[in-house]
Structure formats: structure tokens, C-alpha cells
């Protein structure tokens, strides 16, 4: 059996069913036999870091593939950025692993379907800003992938104000901290304080503090984009 990180070595819970265990068992060799599938099938399974990890890098994947080339420069920013994100022995599992999924065809709609139906919506969200972060981080998105990645929002049942708030945490367009507060540029000082507690409320770290310390880090680190949108509307308008 082939060593795949801790956070699989600690458990994997549904991805190992469905159509993402379809493309797990391609990546992941005979580290799952048959008699495990019911066992992860069942609904009570609870989502684990493994779970969230390889939902990652299976939607990276099909972002990756959007452009019909898998560009070697991207592999060596998903390098670096993983290595940053959870160090080097994990990122090195996770690029075995992403490097397998690269070859095959992805059912994303299954895979979306899947993730939607058994990840809470805190995790889908951070889900979300991850594959933001890695597609969008470096400036060079290009149209096809910007559509695919608001397609997999849709897909995962990301509301389009929390999927333009997502966006503009990384590509400051005009007027980026309303639309990562999800608030026009006309709302009163009251109706961005509530829109900020709200936002915060629904995004703070603790929420996914269940799946491991390198994700809750990631989360906080949105979290800190949107204190960051806050306070420069706060200073742009003189709001105490």
C-alpha cells in the first residue's frame, strides 16, 4: 500500500463513493477494497480533511483542464502554493494525486453534485476561495477558466453574491470591498456594519476548525480579506 499523507492515513470518509471515488480509485491504486465502499457510501459518514482535499484538487483538475493544456507553469505554482498552504510532504502527496486526476475525464456536474450534497455550506465556501486562490492568485485566469470557476460555484450551490464576493478577494476590480461585502455602493453605514457581521459570521474559521489546522489557517486568511474590505470602506467614508 502506497503512503498517501495523513490526512488520509487518518481516514477518508463519502469521497471514496460516488463518481469522485471513481477517480480516487485510479489515483489511489488498492488503497481502498471493496469491502470499504459501503462503509463510505453510508450518509453518516461526516466529511473529513481527506474529503476536503480531494475535492480540492479534483475540481483544481477540471479548472486546470479547462484551456484543453495542462500548462507546466501552473504545476510549479500549485507546487509552491501548496507547499506554503501545508507544507512540503503533504504537497507532494496532493501533486501525486492531482497529477493522476489531470489524465482523466472529470463528470464535474457528478462531482459538484456529490461535494453539494454531503460538504456543509461553510466548507463549500472555503472550498471555493481555495480553487479561487490557486486559479486566480498568479493574474492570468483566462475567460474560459473565470467561466468555469463561477460554473463549480453554481454547481455547488454558492450563492452568486458569495461567489462575486469570493472573486473580488482576489481580482480587486472598482469598487472590490462592496462587492466582497456584498453590498451596493449606496448602502447607508448601518447597512455595511450589519452586511460585515453578517459576512463574518457566516465565514469565521471555526466553522471548518473541524477539518484540520491548515484549512482553519486558510479561512482565516479570508477572513482577514473581508475585515480588509471593511475597513477600507470604513476609511474611504469616515464610518466609526
Do not use: C
Not at 481516514?11 to 489515483?27: E, K, Q, S, V
Not at 477558466?145 to 476590480?173: C, P, R, W, Y
Request: charged fraction near 25%.
Amino acid at each position: 500500500m502506497r503512503k498517501f499523507g495523513k490526512w488520509i492515513g487518518a481516514g477518508m470518509g463519502w469521497t471514496i463513493g460516488g463518481p469522485i471515488g471513481a477517480i480516487l480509485g485510479f489515483a489511489l491504486g488498492s488503497f481502498v477494497d471493496a469491502s470499504n465502499l459501503e462503509k463510505f457510501n453510508d450518509k453518516n459518514v461526516n466529511t473529513t480533511t481527506g474529503d476536503f482535499i480531494v475535492s480540492l484538487l479534483v475540481l483544481l483538475a477540471a479548472v486546470m483542464k479547462a484551456d484543453q493544456k495542462i500548462m507546466r507553469s501552473e504545476l510549479s505554482f500549485i507546487k509552491n502554493y501548496l507547499i506554503k498552504a501545508f507544507g512540503e510532504e503533504e504537497a507532494a502527496e496532493m501533486l501525486k494525486i492531482l497529477r493522476d486526476v489531470l489524465k482523466q475525464d472529470i463528470p464535474l456536474k457528478d462531482v459538484t453534485s456529490q461535494i453539494r450534497s454531503r460538504m456543509d455550506y461553510p466548507s463549500r465556501l472555503q472550498l471555493m476561495h481555495l480553487i479561487f486562490n490557486l486559479a486566480m492568485a498568479d493574474g492570468t485566469v483566462i475567460q474560459s477558466e473565470l467561466i468555469q470557476l463561477e460554473q463549480i460555484a453554481h454547481d455547488l450551490g454558492i450563492n452568486a453574491a458569495d461567489t462575486v464576493s469570493l472573486k473580488n478577494m482576489f481580482v480587486k476590480s472598482a469598487n472590490w470591498a462592496y462587492r466582497v461585502l456584498e453590498v451596493n455602493t449606496n448602502a447607508t453605514a448601518e447597512e455595511i456594519k450589519k452586511a460585515y457581521r453578517q459576512l463574518a459570521l457566516k465565514n469565521h474559521p471555526d466553522k471548518v476548525a473541524y477539518l484540520g489546522e491548515e484549512i482553519r489557517r486558510k479561512a482565516q486568511e479570508k477572513f482577514q480579506m473581508i475585515s480588509e474590505a471593511y475597513e477600507t470602506i470604513k476609511k474611504e467614508r469616515g464610518i466609526v
